[in-house]
């Protein structure tokens, strides 16, 4: 049996805004029969069209998704269309005390309902979700085809829930549970977006604090530079950081050969990519 | 609360007199029955009436059963030991709707190599034995297919199809971990050449299982490095739970006529009331053979794991072929292979009974399980246009 919170429970027994507005000033639908779950989200805003005075839900699907259903409705009472779209399906689940990870998918589509249900209402495309035949879309490429998943929604979900594996994935999107004939491309997209993050992070060297610039210089030698130096037989040791001086000693094949200073070069050229444009590298003797 | 167990397909409740069998077998009479002495003599009788007994429900000799952990050993030893026996033969024949204990096994076997044939079934969930007879080749090592789906209940013409493998020369084995106890068998009279039952399905308790293997059939043993079960499975004999199995399968014999009147007129009465009372309703597996405890009803337009938990609450327990409920996120792969819509596969709920399943226990289902199901398809966003008015 699932670990259900008390609260994820008690929303599942007694739901709330079970229904439809007939007059509903925007409605979101995600899912369908065949995938297993599917929300029919409706909103209805104040006179000044500015709040949402009230939100029902339709659902079809597992105890977690009809809880899910009931916190969205719940969670964006009072709130104005972009406060709405700052929920995050984290959010969601944290409200109902958390969601076992199997199960977060459940969430994610409570969140892609409120999305796609404020982009019909604005008259603008909904993000690229694609979940749900209806509602598929054509931006990106479709990735999990048992689910109609495209790479731009999946790519989303990676980097706001900061999943690392496909396992993970399935969880929180369903990618890959039925067939699994993407999850090679799963695995993909995470070392893409994980790969962005690295490079954000690199590129923003004004925040750099001395800690971080001298954490963030090892990392790049140890897992940028010092692997391609191995695969010539050579390496290299950090003997000291003084600044922006950063001085490395040459070791094995690299010690004493005659391109060591085009070795230097190259390092060099790594960490002011990566850490900070005003790296200067030395070689000395250690 | 007082729980409605209607789970028993999953597991059955230990029957006292069962539990009252194996109790001294573990502070008292501890002896190993293989040892020289008095002490551990006494056990290894009791292990020898327990072998006689189980015997005794399948129609078959002592010496033809072997006691297991439970029903998955079973399936395992079986397909193992006849890749072994024919370690030519590469081809490997079973049906799509088998327990994981067996189809797994299968499916990793081709990553070694092996041929796996997976017969399909029909819109019953039942075999086609032409497609059987035409799969058959020199190569198939064994057929391995079950007695009962643990699913729907649906009962496969097994005799039939044990004797069109034998005539092929290869090895069948039956997952009866369902049908027994709950069917009579026969295995004076059969084709079969192994099958396996599990304790935990039939009131024993669970961690015991045995495999049936006929005289004369080749075997070769999973675990080594020991004399019990005449070399077949090598291990200090579970002799407390060996002792509970055998009086289970004494019980079984005894109840055999309850499970084909009163039971399975207990189900045919929730099949029937429920189909009544709730529109939009198929059973699956309703149009073949079935086992007399089992229902799998799908009910169009909901999920089944919601069904679950509001039957929960009001202490019903009975299972879903859902995905939700399993952590997979496809329905069943039985009721995928009987071609069950999408509409009903994830309505799906299977109550299964026992000879501990009362009146009153269906009464309460009866009376539960309607207004569940409206509530869950008011809820639901589909089916508005097509759901029956009763």
Redesign the interface.
Known sequence: MWDYTDKV?EH??N?RN?GEITDADAVG?VGS??C?????LFIKLDENKERIVDAKF??????S??ASSSALTEMVKGKTLDEALEITNQQIADFLGGLPE?KMHCSVMGQEALEAAIAKYRGVDAPAHGHGHDHVETEGELVCKC?GLTDVFLKKVIASNKLHTAEQV?HFT?AG??CGGCIPKIKELIAEVMGEEKKAAAEKPSKLTNLRKMQLIQETLENEVRPQLWADGGDLELIDIDGSNVQVAFRKACAGCASSGYTARFVEQKLRELVSPDITVQEVQG | MREIYLDNNATTKVDERVFEEMRPYFCELYGNPSSMHFFGGQVQKKVDEARARVASLLGALPDEIVFTACGTESDNAAIRSALEVFPEKRHIITSRVEHPAVLTQCRNLTKRGYRVTELNVDGNGQLDLNELEKALDEDTAIVSLMYANNETGVIFPIEEAARIVKKKGAIFHTDAVQAVGKIPLNMAESAIDMLSLSGHKLHAPKGVGVLYVRRGTPFRPMLVGGHQERGRRAGTENTASIIAMGKACELAEQYMADEAGRVRELRDRLERELTALIPNTRINGGGTDRLPNTLSIAME??????IL??LS?KGICASSG????S?????SHVLRAMGVP??CA?GSIRFSLSRFTTDDDIDAVIKELPPIISRLR?????GREYLVQK
Do not use: N, R, W, Y
């Open positions: 429970k599942f027994l739901p079970v639908e029969l065949a297993g779950d599917a929300l029919k339709q659902t079809f699907g597992c105890g998704a009809i199997e689910f399935t369903k549970g039925a | 337009f909901v999920e089944g794991e919601g938990l509001l609450d859902s995905a939700c409920t952590g997979s996120l496809e329905p999408f509409t994830h008011e809820m639901s966003p589909f």
